[in-house]
């Protein structure tokens, strides 16, 4: 089944009670039992829902694995990964990754006893040299958020597999529709899929999909137990946002290459950040694991100073400054005081998040309408 059919039918059936031809919304808590102890299907709502069921098998199906769980958020899913490991271990994980991850990972389970080392993975050699005996996970985002720094996913599964360790890959900017991080030999993916899986700034979820029918246990054991679960509602909504993702992804792909074209030949703007561009240092990785090159950009400007970002972002009318991404709706955010506020100034700065950095989530609008909005802004400079 290719990829655009299976986005509307890959991992459904029809409701089994009347035919719908959308899962409905079990909007139940608990289920009735015959006698203590035997139910013919689900028991409760934190364990399992038909409708959550629908969106899991849904979530599989595109990411070419066997088994997925749907979470209350994408921190949610990471949180469970790293309930896999115990005190001791040690996680090898991007620099630049998105600063709730680097937050969870700093502020939460260090304090448990769980190392992480944060390195530049552009070259899967520099990898290796921290490695050792209590290393359990390699986690990685590709592309970065917000650098668009791109990590070549097959070359770390060689270093994950010749060394017996996890590979998880933080699929969110990228989606299914780009990039199968399962297939390049990850063994678990994630998606904040308040992103583009929801894709219409509704509602707030993560997943997780794996192939290994003995990690799904140990990671459904961790869902139930933790109980971080989404709702029906939120898992209909997500099954809705799933059925259109190939078509909004073409436009999001579409505008963005415009848009990126578009700062990189204005005389007002320093670096644009877009795996698309022959010169970004990893575009060769990204024509070869990713199907086209997204919606996501950052950029700096001339005088790469926090003012003038800021001047530009408030002078935007059709991108909206907000949190999140993935949106129909293009979106602004400010990184070094909104996404990645969490990290420290010295160490972002290192990663290349200054304060004149701008990251854009480029919508599904009329691209003319957007590259309009953005030298209207940058004009005011």
Same mark, same amino acid.
């Given at each position: 089944?290719?990829?655009?059919?299976?986005?509307? =039918?890959?991992?459904?059936?029809?409701?089994?009670? #009347? /035919?719908?031809?959308?899962?409905?919304?079990?909007?139940?808590?608990?289920?009735?039992?015959?006698?203590?102890?035997?139910?013919? +299907?689900? +028991?409760?709502s934190r364990t399992h829902n038909p409708t959550r069921t629908a969106l899991e098998n849904a979530l599989a199906s595109l990411e070419n694995g066997k088994y997925g769980l749907a979470f209350g958020s994408g921190l949610?899913? %990471?949180?469970?990964?790293?309930?896999?490991?115990?005190?001791?271990?040690?996680?090898?994980?991007?620099?630049?990754?998105? /600063?709730?991850? #680097?937050?969870?990972?700093t502020k939460i389970f260090e304090d448990f006893g769980i190392k992480f080392h944060f390195v530049g993975m552009q070259n899967a050699n520099q990898i290796s040299s921290y490695i050792n005996d209590k290393t359990k996970?390699?986690?990685?985002?590709?592309?970065?958020?917000?650098?668009?720094? %791109?990590?070549?996913?097959?070359?770390?599964?060689?270093?994950?597999?010749?060394?017996? $360790?996890?590979?998880?890959?933080?699929?969110?900017?990228?989606?299914?529709? $780009?990039?199968?991080?399962?297939?390049? &030999?990850?063994?678990?993916?994630? =998606?904040?899929?308040?992103?583009?899986? &929801?894709?219409?700034?509704?509602?707030?979820?993560?997943?997780?999909?794996?192939?290994?029918?003995?990690?799904?246990?140990? $990671? #459904?054991?961790?869902?139930?137990?933790?109980?971080?679960?989404?709702?029906?509602?939120?898992?209909?909504?997500?099954?809705? &946002?799933?059925?259109?993702?190939?078509?909004?992804?073409?436009?999001?792909? +579409?505008? /963005?290459?415009?848009?990126?074209?578009?700062?990189?030949? =204005?005389?007002?703007?320093?670096?644009?950040?877009?795996?698309?561009?022959?010169?970004?240092?990893?575009?060769?990785?990204?024509?070869?694991?990713?199907?086209?090159?997204? &919606?996501?950009?950052?950029?700096?400007?001339?005088?790469?100073? #926090?003012?003038?970002?800021?001047? %530009?972002?408030?002078?935007?009318?059709?991108?909206?400054?907000?949190?999140?991404?993935?949106?129909? +709706?293009?979106?602004?955010?400010?990184?070094?005081?909104m996404t990645h506020a969490a990290i420290p100034k010295e160490e972002r700065e290192n990663t290349g998040v200054v304060d004149s950095l701008i990251r854009l989530s480029v919508g599904i609008e009329d691209k003319e309408?957007?590259?309009?909005?953005?030298?209207?802004?940058?004009?005011?400079?």
């Open positions: 089944m290719k990829f655009n059919t299976k986005a509307i =039918h890959g991992g459904q059936q029809f409701d089994k009670a #009347y /035919g719908a031809v959308m899962p409905p919304i079990y909007q139940t808590s608990t289920y009735a039992q015959s006698t203590p102890g035997t139910h013919p +299907e689900y +028991e409760y949610a899913a %990471i949180d469970a990964v790293m309930k896999l490991l115990k005190s001791g271990d040690e996680v090898i994980s991007t620099s630049d990754l998105y /600063g709730g991850t #680097y937050r969870l990972f996970l390699i986690w990685v985002e590709t592309p970065t958020n917000p650098m668009m720094n %791109i990590i070549d996913i097959k070359a770390v599964a060689k270093v994950a597999s010749d060394h017996n $360790l996890l590979l998880g890959v933080d699929n969110t900017f990228a989606t299914p529709y $780009l990039q199968q991080p399962l297939d390049l &030999g990850a063994h678990i993916v994630m =998606h904040s899929a308040t992103k583009y899986i &929801g894709g219409h700034s509704d509602l707030v979820m993560g997943s997780l999909v794996v192939k290994d029918e003995e990690l799904a246990k140990r $990671l #459904y054991f961790i869902q139930n137990a933790s109980g971080a679960i989404c709702g029906p509602q939120d898992s209909f909504l997500a099954l809705r &946002g799933i059925k259109t993702l190939h078509v909004r992804m073409q436009r999001h792909c +579409e505008n /963005g290459k415009a848009i990126a074209e578009f700062l990189n030949r =204005h005389v007002k703007t320093d670096k644009v950040y877009w795996p698309g561009f022959e010169h970004h240092p990893n575009h060769k990785v990204a024509k070869k694991q990713m199907n086209d090159f997204g &919606g996501m950009i950052s950029f700096t400007t001339k005088g790469n100073t #926090y003012e003038e970002a800021i001047k %530009i972002i408030e002078n935007l009318k059709v991108f909206t400054l907000a949190e999140s991404l993935g949106g129909v +709706e293009s979106l602004v955010g400010h990184p070094a005081s309408d957007l590259i309009d909005d953005l030298k209207q802004a940058l004009d005011k400079l």
